[in-house]
């Protein structure tokens, strides 16, 4: 299953070790541009030199910043201006098409979904208040 994001910005928050930077690295490898994520500018950099040793194909960018705190939240979508534009209240602004339900289901018959338990899978287009205007 070749998955394909060329063209798509992620930002993973906590990705300078551990499962984001694993994240980072597969969405990276995918086609996505990176946002790399972690409190110090220092810890994302070493991050960022390491990503990109493991992942030369890959394209990565810094975003520190504490998203806990407002300031942070702040600094992390300074790095990415285009963030801001983008927060609709459905993700996809429509309703779903049948073969997207289809992509999930052959998602989770694969190798790729050996770790995914499917206690919280939804194929929905993210939340919607309701159909009817």
């Known amino acids: 299953m070749l998955i394909d994001l060329t063209g798509k910005t992620a930002l993973v928050t906590g990705s300078t070790q551990g499962i984001g930077a694993a994240i980072a690295t597969g969405l990276a490898r995918a086609g996505a541009r990176v946002a790399v994520n972690g ?22 960018l810094a975003a ?20 801001r534009e983008h927060r609709p209240q459905s993700l996809l602004q429509r309703l779903i098409e049948p073969e997207e339900i289809a992509h999930m289901v052959v998602y989770l018959s694969s190798s790729f979904a050996s770790a995914t338990t499917g206690g919280a899978l939804r194929v929905d287009g993210g939340y919607v208040d309701s159909i009817l205007p």
């Open 39 to 60: 409190r110090t500018r220092e810890s994302v950099d070493a991050a960022l030199d390491r990503l990109r040793g493991e992942s030369p194909e890959g394209s990565f």
């Open 64 to 83: 520190p910043g504490d998203i806990a705190d407002d300031g942070g939240a702040r600094q992390v979508l300074g790095a990415l201006p285009e963030a």
